[in-house]
């Protein structure tokens, strides 16, 4: 699917401005859902813009270390974030 620089540009602030969830699973879903609501397209169709938006280095996913087992430790999270801010959008 073909967006324009500007569909590109809010797409990417707005997976940027997820907050952090507890699986990289549920951020995936969330992110789907928002191309979902900016493109008005399919899951499928939302699940390959974010695979090239990742594969094109302009987003990332980071996981945060987590107490695992140890109940006390803060429990990991995944986050989409800026690999690298396009100079063209």
Known sequence: MELSDTQERDILEALAAIVARETEEALRMQGRSIVE????????????????????????????????????????????SWARRSTNI
Do not use: Y
């Open 37 to 80: 609501g900016f493109l008005a397209c399919s899951p499928e169709e939302a699940n390959s813009v974010i695979a090239d938006l990742e594969a094109r280095n302009l987003i990332a996913i980071d996981i945060t270390r987590g107490g695992e087992l140890d109940q006390r430790k803060d429990m990991p999270r995944a986050k989409f």
